[in-house]
Every structure is written in C-alpha cells, then in structure tokens.
C-alpha cells in the first residue's frame, strides 16, 4: 500500500511533460533581424575632376541594430568612395555605380566624372616693356574652383592693338611699333586675363657692387635690365676701371637709352670714358672720377 509521500512524487513525476513542453516556447528570445532595402541619397549626376560629394544609406529594417553599411565602386579609376561615403571624381569618364550594402540588401546610385571647368586664367610676363622686333612669350595658368592647375584646355590670345604689339596662337608678343599700353589677353572657357605691353625705345642698365678683379659679376650680385632680354656684363678690368657690356644695345636703328652711373665709397662716382659698339654690342668702359663726373642720364642714339 502507497503511502501519501509516495503518491505525491508519482503526481509531480507525471507533470515533468508539461513542464518540459514549456520550456520549449521560450517567449525571451529577441526577434529576428530584417533588412528590406537600402537607398542611397543624394543621386549626384555628375560631379568634376577632384570634386568630392558625400552620400548616405539609409536602411529599411526591422529588428535591427548596429548595422555595417559597406561601400563600393564599379570603377574607383574614374570615382572612388571612401569607407564613410564619400565620392570622389579621379578621372573624366562613366557612368560609375556607387553601392552601398547592409543586412544582404543594396542600394546604389550612379555618377558621372567631368573635367573640372577654368575658374581662373592668371598672365605672367617676364617684361612689361618691349622694343620694336624683340619678342617675349605670356605664359598662362589656368586653374579650377579648387585652385588646381588644369592642362590641355584651349586657350585664345588676342591683341587689343596688334599695329602697335602683335600675338602669336602661342601667348608670342612682338614689338611692332612704339605706343601703348597694349592689353594682351588670354581666354579659355569663357574666363580670360589680361597684361599691358608698352613698345619703348630699347634702353638697359645695371647695378653692382663689390667687383673682384677682372672677373664679371654673377647673378647674385648684379641687378639688371634690358628691353631686348639680353644679360648684362661688368668686370673690373683695374683698380678703379669697369667695362659694363650692353648686350644687343647697339644692333638696329632704334634709339638706346642708357642709365649709366656708378658711386663708390664716399660718394665718389665713375665717369663714362667712351660709348663703343663692339658688333651688336655697347660697350661703355667707366673709370673713378668725382661727383661731377657721373655718367648719369647718358643716352647714346644708334642710327
């Protein structure tokens, strides 16, 4: 005979199945994730060469969190995008595919690469002044919105008096006759700089300081001009005497004008002994002299 001891294991014993069943419905477990789509913004069409534009996934999901959008280029050669979105134009071509994918889904947009367009044209000329016959070339930069230098554009030269200083398709500018300013100009895409070029009678001159003996200055050591582009020589053939060579000064039938003084310790100054031509050459030889000497404002007339 059972006792009630007995017959009360035997009943809890019996329930184990149901409790068991229980167990196997938790109702804790968190619900499953789900993405259903992923978009991205903005579409951006066509962006230049160097430009950069930054597009964002959004996600479509349930249950989600803490989602990892990867992103991707069909061709980072012409567009490529960085780990955070951002597109940036490498070289002119497309169309290029953007994607972006999260959770098993992808979204993407597509993109255009164009040459970037001149934002700015800025002129640089060695010399403002020119003679008649000597020629000097314009150089133009040509740079975008963000500063970057642009090559293989079109560039168109013009003249605003090509009586007085012609252009060649080049930026080649030519002295024609005396007069000006003349407003030489450059344009490409519709932007354009411009640099005054005045036609004078051919003149040069040269400062100096600390000769050695019987050796001409070097560059640090001489400043000097001349119309015709040509460098300037100074030696010191003695104590006291220079030779200042003007190169070109003395070829064609143009008035040269030279500035011609050289001042010494205690104000002395150097006297131009002679104005020679030596081939296309001036070649004027100084020697020390007094204050009342100076060759100041010489000017020499080659006809």
């Not at 619900?31 to 534009?53: L, R, T, W």
């Not at 999901?61 to 992103?71: A, D, H, K, R, Y």
């Not at 980072?76 to 070289?91: L, N």
């Not at 015709?228 to 053939?237: L, S």
Request: aromatic content about 4%; some cysteine.
């Amino acid at each position: 005979m059972r006792t009630f001891l007995q017959r009360s294991l035997i009943a809890l014993t019996s329930g184990a199945p149901f409790l068991t069943s229980c167990s196997g419905s938790d109702s804790s477990a968190p619900p499953a994730c789900v993405v259903s789509a992923v978009s991205v913004s903005p579409s951006p069409g066509a962006i230049e060469v160097g430009a950069s534009v930054t597009l964002t996934a959004t996600i479509t999901q349930q249950n989600c969190s803490g989602l990892t959008v990867s992103w991707s280029s069909s061709n980072a050669a012409v567009a490529s995008v960085s780990a955070t979105g951002e597109v940036v134009g490498a070289a002119a071509g497309g169309p290029v595919t953007i994607s972006a994918s999260a959770g098993g889904q992808t979204g993407s947009v597509s993109v255009m690469v164009v040459p970037a367009a001149v934002a700015t044209v800025t002129l640089a000329s060695a010399y403002s002044n020119l003679t008649v016959g000597v020629q000097n070339t314009v150089t133009a930069t040509l740079r975008d919105a963000r500063g970057a230098v642009l090559t293989g554009r079109t560039l168109t030269w013009s003249t605003s008096n090509a009586s007085v200083v012609s252009v060649t398709p080049a930026g080649v500018v030519q002295g024609v006759a005396l007069g000006g300013p003349v407003n030489i100009t450059a344009t490409s895409e519709g932007r354009n700089a411009s640099v005054p070029i005045t036609v004078v009678p051919r003149y040069a001159y040269a400062f100096a300081n600390q000769a050695t003996p019987t050796a001409p200055y070097d560059a640090p050591a001489l400043s000097s001009y001349s119309t015709v582009g040509a460098a300037t020589t100074i030696t010191r053939t003695s104590a006291g005497t220079y030779s200042v060579r003007l190169r070109n000064m003395a070829a064609g039938a143009q008035q040269t004008a030279v500035l011609a003084s050289a001042f010494g310790v205690g104000n002395a100054t150097c006297k131009v002994q002679i104005w020679v031509d030596d081939g296309a050459d001036l070649l004027v030889p100084f020697h020390a002299g007094h204050a009342d000497d100076s060759g100041l404002g010489h000017q020499r007339v080659a006809v």
